[in-house]
C-alpha cells in the first residue's frame, strides 16, 4: 500500500475514535498526514470512501495474521487460544479501530454494506473451520448457534475492552474466554435439544450477486501483491478460470470447487477465498 495512503488511513482512524466520524473534517486529515486536501482526493473519493478502506485495511491484517498461525501444529484447541490471542494482541495495539467501531453509527449506504457482509462471512468460516476441527463432526448440525455464541462471547470482550480502556493480557484473557467458549459448546453437544439456527436460515450469505463475487476477487488481488511472482501467477490465472466461469449462463459447479480448493492451498488468502464458496 502507498504509504501516504497507509498514513492517511492510520491518522484518520485515531481522528474518528477521538472525536467521531462526522465531526473529523477532510482538512484535518490532510493536515495530521502532512499532505494536501488534493492528495486526500488522489486515494479517496469522499470520507464515506476512506471509511471503507479503513475497514478492509485493518480486517485484512487480523486475517493475514490469523492465517499465518492456521500453519502451525499443535491441539486444535490450543491452536484456537492462540488464534484468539493474536487477534486480542493486535486489537490492544490498535484500540482506536475499536472505539470507531462503538463510538456512532455510520451509515454509509450499499458499499459499506457490501464490505461488512463479506467480512462477516470470512467470520463465520474461521470460527466454523477452527470449531469443526475441535469438536469434530458431532458440531456440524449445531454450527450456526455454537459461531453465534462465540462470536457473542468475543465481541462482548472487545467492546468492553474499547468503552472502558481495560488493560489486559492477550495471552490470559484469550485462555479465560476459549475455556469459557468450550463450556457453552460442550453444553450445546450434551443437549438434547435441537438447534436454533441452521446455515439455511443465513439468507443473506445465499444472495447471489455479481457485485460482492467481483468485491472478493478484488480483495484477494489485492492480497497477493507480497507473493512470490510464481505464486502471484497461478493464483492470478485461478481467479481468472473463476471470473469467466461466473460469467457463463450456467457456471459449473465442478469448476468453481476445484479452483476454490486450489487457491485455499496458499494460506495468506485462504480466509478471503472461503467466502467464495457462498457463491457455490
Given at each position: 500500500?502507498?504509504?501516504?495512503?497507509?498514513?492517511?488511513?492510520?491518522?484518520?482512524?485515531?481522528?474518528?475514535?477521538?472525536?467521531?466520524?462526522?465531526?473529523?473534517?477532510?482538512?484535518?486529515?490532510?493536515?495530521?498526514?502532512?499532505?494536501?486536501?488534493?492528495?486526500?482526493?488522489?486515494?479517496?473519493?469522499?470520507?464515506?470512501?476512506?471509511?471503507?478502506e479503513?475497514?478492509k485495511?485493518?480486517?485484512?491484517?487480523?486475517?493475514?495474521?490469523?492465517?499465518?498461525?492456521?500453519?502451525?501444529t499443535?491441539?486444535?484447541?490450543?491452536?484456537?487460544?492462540?488464534q484468539?490471542?493474536?487477534?486480542?494482541?493486535?486489537?490492544?495495539?490498535?484500540?482506536?479501530?475499536?472505539?470507531?467501531?462503538?463510538?456512532?453509527?455510520?451509515?454509509?449506504?450499499?458499499?459499506?454494506?457490501?464490505?461488512?457482509?463479506?467480512?462477516?462471512?470470512?467470520?463465520?468460516?474461521?470460527?466454523?473451520?477452527?470449531?469443526?476441527?475441535?469438536?469434530?463432526?458431532?458440531?456440524?448440525?449445531?454450527?450456526?448457534?455454537?459461531?453465534?455464541?462465540?462470536?457473542?462471547?468475543?465481541?462482548g470482550?472487545?467492546?468492553?475492552?474499547?468503552?472502558?480502556?481495560?488493560?489486559?493480557?492477550?495471552?490470559?484473557?484469550?485462555?479465560?474466554?476459549?475455556?469459557?467458549?468450550?463450556?457453552?459448546?460442550?453444553?450445546?453437544?450434551?443437549?438434547?435439544?435441537?438447534?436454533?439456527?441452521?446455515?439455511?436460515?443465513?439468507?443473506r450469505?445465499?444472495?447471489?450477486?455479481?457485485?460482492?463475487?467481483?468485491a472478493?476477487?478484488?480483495?484477494?488481488?489485492?492480497?497477493?501483491?507480497?507473493?512470490?511472482?510464481?505464486?502471484?501467477?497461478?493464483?492470478?490465472?485461478?481467479?481468472?478460470?473463476?471470473?469467466?466461469?461466473?460469467?457463463?449462463?450456467?457456471?459449473?459447479?465442478?469448476?468453481?470447487?476445484?479452483?476454490i480448493?486450489?487457491?485455499?492451498?496458499?494460506?495468506?488468502?485462504?480466509?478471503?477465498?472461503?467466502?467464495?464458496?457462498?457463491?457455490?
Amino acid at each position: 500500500m502507498d504509504s501516504k495512503k497507509k498514513r492517511m488511513i492510520e491518522v484518520s482512524l485515531k481522528l474518528f475514535s477521538e472525536k467521531g466520524f462526522h465531526s473529523t473534517s477532510i482538512q484535518e486529515i490532510a493536515d495530521q498526514s502532512d499532505v494536501s486536501k488534493g492528495a486526500f482526493y488522489l486515494h479517496f473519493d469522499s470520507k464515506d470512501d476512506l471509511f471503507v478502506e479503513i475497514y478492509k485495511y485493518y480486517t485484512e491484517r487480523v486475517l493475514q495474521k490469523l492465517s499465518n498461525m492456521h500453519q502451525e501444529t499443535g491441539k486444535p484447541f490450543d491452536q484456537f487460544t492462540k488464534q484468539v490471542s493474536a487477534f486480542l494482541q493486535l486489537f490492544k495495539e490498535h484500540k482506536e479501530y475499536l472505539m470507531m467501531h462503538f463510538r456512532e453509527n455510520v451509515h454509509l449506504g450499499d458499499k459499506k454494506d457490501e464490505l461488512i457482509l463479506n467480512l462477516h462471512k470470512q467470520s463465520y468460516d474461521w470460527m466454523e473451520d477452527r470449531l469443526i476441527n475441535i469438536y469434530g463432526e458431532e458440531i456440524k448440525p449445531y454450527i450456526v448457534d455454537a459461531i453465534i455464541l462465540t462470536d457473542g462471547v468475543m465481541s462482548g470482550y472487545f467492546k468492553w475492552i474499547a468503552i472502558h480502556d481495560l488493560s489486559f493480557d492477550p495471552d490470559q484473557l484469550a485462555g479465560y474466554i476459549t475455556k469459557n467458549i468450550d463450556i457453552l459448546v460442550q453444553g450445546i453437544l450434551t443437549n438434547s435439544a435441537p438447534p436454533v439456527f441452521q446455515y439455511q436460515d443465513l439468507k443473506r450469505f445465499k444472495q447471489k450477486s455479481d457485485q460482492s463475487f467481483q468485491a472478493v476477487i478484488e480483495q484477494i488481488k489485492s492480497q497477493i501483491t507480497d507473493l512470490e511472482r510464481g505464486e502471484r501467477q497461478q493464483i492470478a490465472e485461478a481467479l481468472h478460470v473463476l471470473e469467466e466461469e461466473w460469467q457463463k449462463q450456467e457456471p459449473k459447479q465442478i469448476i468453481f470447487q476445484s479452483m476454490i480448493e486450489h487457491l485455499e492451498s496458499y494460506a495468506t488468502i485462504k480466509p478471503i477465498v472461503q467466502s467464495l464458496k457462498t457463491y457455490l
